[in-house]
């Protein structure tokens, strides 16, 4: 029910994320009607009554601090039941990351994303570089990695599809990574207030099937392709 309220996960470590959202809602659920239980229990027991007097708690004796230490402790044991359950999660979407079969950097800037594709030769620093603005292009299930950079402020690179944040800040590099698991165009906003023109700072991430991804790659390099489909049928002879 309440995870209707996010966005559809299209990533794969996107699932142990939800998990945790959904251990948190329903702990601070129940905690809730625990305490509003509690709450309209007193009100009805400790009511004023005719004949019945007000009586002066100093707090001295133990069961009336267990009120205090009980409930501290079980917040304490749930808190670290929570850092128990994300550690699987930061390992799989921070540390366990797969070698990638795409990479990209992105620079946020105010206000846009400029996106640096390397070609087909899978090198930055060479002619065959694309840049483009806001639009990022990937295949569907493949591992892309991301270099993030700022060139002016802090800005924070928000894919909630795939339940990917990381912040960008001038002179860093920052690296991430994603694989998207369904086709369809998604909103790359910037999650971290960078000015006046922080609300129209937002880009598109387009998730191909293979071919649709191919077709792409050899209409934004219609040259380089050309030569390299030679060479690609004499390296098979």
């Known amino acids: 029910m309440f995870l209707s309220w996010l966005p559809e996960n299209i990533s794969t470590y996107g699932g142990e994320i939800d998990s945790l959202f959904w251990l948190i809602y329903y702990i601070t659920l129940a905690w809730f009607i625990v305490t509003i239980g509690a ?3 007193f009100v009805l027991l400790f009511r004023q009554r005719e004949g019945r007097r007000a009586t002066y708690i ?14 501290t402790a079980l917040v304490l044991v ?9 550690g699987d999660a930061w390992a799989k979407a921070r540390i366990n990351v797969p070698p990638s079969e795409l990479q990209v950097q992105v620079t946020g800037k105010q206000f846009n ?24 292009h990937v ?4 591992v892309v990695g991301i270099t993030l950079k700022s060139k002016d402020v802090i800005h924070s690179l928000f894919l909630p599809n795939l ?32 000015g006046f023109g922080h609300s129209g700072m937002i880009g598109h991430l387009t998730v ?3 071919e649709e991804y191919d077709k792409w790659v ?20």
């Open 39 to 41: 709450m309209l229990g």
């Open 58 to 71: 100093t707090g001295e004796k133990f069961s009336q601090v267990a009120w205090i230490l009980i409930p």
């Open 78 to 86: 749930l808190d670290l039941w929570l850092d128990f359950r994300s």
């Open 113 to 136: 994303w400029e996106i640096l594709y390397p070609g087909p030769d899978g090198q930055f620093g060479t002619a065959d570089d694309l840049q483009m603005d806001n639009e990022l």
């Open 139 to 142: 295949a569907v299930n493949k």
């Open 163 to 194: 339940r990917l944040q990381q912040n960008a800040v001038p002179g860093r590099e920052f690296p991430a990574w994603f694989q998207a698991t369904k086709t369809g165009v998604f909103e790359i906003p910037c999650a971290e207030l960078c």
């Open 208 to 210: 191909h099937t293979a």
């Open 218 to 237: 050899k209409e934004q390099w219609p040259s380089v392709m050309a030569e390299a489909l030679p060479r690609k049928a004499l390296s098979r002879k």
